[in-house]
């Protein structure tokens, strides 16, 4: 993976400073909340509704073992022992102390990590496959150009204050697993019919109020070109795209404004000045990124261990069928350590099992480990010849849920319980629904499905792309739940569909039960939901949903739902806009 | 008080902020609107300056780039980046050479960028320590990406190694 030379380390330690001296002038009074805010955004520090929250950015999900165990320790220190990671391949803490943040970021600055633009109207973490440099569809590793257009997106300084916050996603692979055409900008890596590295562009794709599939607006953009095409789209959009209207900031309105092709006529006109220009991508420099993500220590082994792996255990072969994925070298796989344990927050993980990811990592996988936008952590290089003993080891640290893109491998924000955003809470709906499809034959008898659960239209669960998406809504100063289907990430990216008027916190499990009869009773052999609603249409799932009165379970929502409304008994913030 | 060329200097051009009103003697930045309604009388001036809103556009001034001796872009809110792209377009794409100054909401904490988009010249808010602002010039000895002030960027300037 990428490591830090003297650049790097000193830009970082520079910005930790200056955040520093920021964190002083707000305590001191010198500099007012309303001009600290945007500051300490785009340090990945937000207020939650309890404490301040640490966005810590982890560059296309991929981290070593020191970085791994420092999450660890900043959960212990100074954090309630355990981090939260994100559908941005992320990690955030979420009960920090505004005095801490600057030695927090001097801890991750020793470990060659920061919080830079992780919030804010800038640009933000780029995301990338999971699977990249060892996935058997895998054209061209993504990560190299991710790691450029970092260096280069990093303090920009024409693009800091944006109209709105701004996504890019990278995949090298035919099977997009990076939901590219759902980002600001999407990137594929491509080759021509030369065999020329390039990518495919598409852009104004995006969630949030107003859903919207990216368009193609550049079939092939030789690699060297990237950042000057990327740049003058963003250039673009930083003088055309609106600010009268936080809802309609992003560039996905700007580009439906203006249609694709005058926006494309308006990039290329900028992108003449630029092209061919000093900000080209230099062979040298490629090849010195490149470097850095050549394959481990690979062992010539032969591909027949995952058979001889697959004995008659039944819980072993259950999370071999769902957490263990396909490996381009013969001999090896990668594992997806499941986070989504029925009874935790999907994403959370303990000190602890932190450590014990950083264990397993060196143990089993090179000492790297990736966070997947699914909020699960893959390990990507270990020996078909040790996965039982990975199983084991893994099953100890409750990360072996066997579960990983079926019902229970929910995509989850952290919802009405921290966010001062949220209209619901996500968490302990996921947590209810987990604990009522805990039953891991019916879960592996449905299949894949994703279930996305978001507690506001901000969309951080991304609930329109869910098979089945799960919208937290405001009625009346009330918690309901609107429910989508037919919502695709991938090739194959979809809007979903609202089925009806929304339900309580204690119908949706009802809910689920029943949109899930449909596809028993209707389900050709091994047609997943999402074929068979896109066959069948909206109409008989949602006939069957709103059929019958749904009982409303007002046991589920369970006592912590009557905490809340007293108040949370929880340590006091500084400046909490709530308390 | 101004901030120039990253010093304190002293200035007496005076920002016109409303666009009906008569221009008067001496140093005057004139808002665009202004300046294109009265061109034939201010170009007469010994020195001339005009400002842009965040909304206008820079390339109206292109065949006259080279008669100001300051042009100003304002910054409504801090928090409005265009003035960054406009920076950027005066210098890069109409190559005006002259003081390009920042006015409005100019802050310590966005100084840093303003100058590497292109800005020589800042008027700090009024209510704001200018000598405090100063410092904002020293927090950054390095920066990844081209822009106005380093027209390279660092994968070009330096030798970064070979890789692990």
């Known amino acids: ?579 | 008080m101004i901030i120039k060329n990253k010093a304190i200097v002293a200035d007496d051009w005076q920002v016109l902020r409303a666009t009906d009103a008569v221009v008067p003697e001496g140093r005057v930045i004139v808002p665009l609107a202004t300046w294109l309604a009265q061109r034939d009388s201010l170009i007469k001036r010994a020195e001339l300056g005009v400002w842009l809103a965040s909304c206008d556009r820079p390339e109206v001034l292109r065949d006259d780039i080279d008669k100001f001796s300051v042009i100003a872009v304002d910054f409504p809110k801090f928090a409005d980046g265009r003035g960054y792209t406009l920076a950027y377009l005066l210098r890069e794409r109409l190559g005006y050479k002259g003081e390009l100054r920042a006015i409005g909401d100019v802050l310590r904490d966005q100084l840093h960028y303003m100058q590497r988009a292109g800005f020589d010249a800042f008027a700090v808010r009024a209510d704001k320590d200018i000598n405090d602002a100063l410092k904002a010039f020293s927090e950054f000895s390095e920066s990844y990406q081209a822009s106005v002030d380093q027209p390279l960027p660092l994968f070009r300037r330096v030798n970064r190694g070979a890789g692990s």
């Open chain 1, 1 to 579: 993976m990428y490591r830090y030379d003297q650049y790097d380390h000193k830009l970082i330690e520079e910005r930790a400073a200056q955040f520093r001296d920021q964190i002083s002038r707000r305590l001191s009074g010198e500099l007012p909340e309303d001009e600290f805010r945007i500051l300490r955004l785009q340090n990945g520090l937000y207020m939650q509704i309890h404490a301040y929250m640490l966005r810590i950015a982890v560059p296309y999900g991929l981290l070593n073992t020191a970085q791994v165990r420092m999450f660890a320790h900043i959960a212990r220190k100074y954090d309630r022992d355990y981090g939260h990671f994100t559908t941005r391949q992320n990690i955030q803490f979420n009960w920090i102390k505004l005095q801490d943040a600057a030695d927090i970021l001097d801890d991750l600055a020793s470990v060659e990590m920061h919080a830079i633009q992780t919030s804010g109207n800038c640009i933000r973490n780029i995301t990338c496959d999971e699977f990249a440099g060892v996935a058997k569809d895998e054209l061209v590793d993504p990560r190299p150009y991710a790691e450029i257009l970092r260096q280069w997106s990093t303090f920009h300084p024409e693009f800091a204050f944006l109209p709105r916050k701004f996504k890019f996603s990278i995949t090298g692979a035919t099977d997009d697993r990076a939901a590219i055409a759902v980002h600001d900008i999407g990137l594929a890596v491509v080759k021509n019919s030369a065999g020329e590295v390039g990518f495919r562009v598409l852009v104004g794709g995006g969630l949030g109020r107003t859903p919207v599939i990216g368009t193609e607006i550049c079939a092939f953009v030789p690699w060297q070109d990237v950042i000057t095409y990327v740049e003058s789209i963003l250039r673009v959009y930083n003088q055309y795209g609106r600010r009268d209207n936080i809802y309609k900031a992003r560039i996905k309105i700007l580009v439906k404004a203006l249609g694709i092709e005058e926006f494309r006529r308006e990039v290329e006109a900028d992108w003449q000045h630029t092209r061919g220009g000093a900000c080209t991508i230099t062979v040298e420099e490629l090849n010195r990124v490149t470097a850095f993500f050549q394959p481990p220590a690979y062992e010539k082994r032969p591909d027949t261990e995952l058979a001889a792996a697959q004995h008659d255990n039944r819980a072993f072969a259950n999370w071999m069928q769902r957490n263990v994925k396909p490996h381009k070298i013969p001999g090896y796989a990668a594992v997806v350590l499941s986070l989504k344990k029925t009874g935790v927050a999907p994403g959370d993980t303990t000190a602890a099992q932190l450590d014990a990811i950083a264990e397993l990592a060196e143990r089993f996988s090179f000492g790297e480990v990736r966070v997947t936008h699914m909020q699960n952590v893959v390990l990507a290089d270990v020996k078909q010849s040790e996965l039982t003993v990975l199983w084991l080891a893994a099953k100890e640290r409750g990360l072996a849920t066997p579960n990983v893109g079926l019902l229970t491998d929910m995509i989850c924000c952290p919802g009405g319980d921290f966010c001062t955003l949220a209209n619901a809470r996500s968490i302990p709906l996921a947590k209810a629904i987990a604990e009522c499809f805990d039953d891991i034959d019916f879960l592996h008898d449905i299949g894949e499905i994703d279930l996305n659960i978001s507690g506001c239209v901000n969309a951080c669960a991304h609930h329109h792309i869910g098979h089945i998406g799960i919208l937290g809504v405001d009625k009346d100063g009330e918690e309901w739940y609107q429910i989508s289907i037919g919502g695709a990430q991938g090739n194959e990216a979809s809007i979903g569909k609202v089925i009806g008027r929304s339900f309580t916190f204690g119908q949706v499990p009802e809910v689920l039960a029943r949109l899930l009869q449909v596809y028993i009773e209707h389900r050709f052999d091994d047609e997943r939901f999402i074929d068979t609603v896109h066959r069948l249409g909206y109409a008989p799932f949602k006939t069957y949903v709103y059929a019958t009165p749904v009982e409303d379970d007002k046991m589920l929502a369970g006592v912590d739902y009557e905490l809340l409304k007293a108040g949370a008994p929880y340590d006091m913030p500084y400046y909490s806009p709530r308390f």
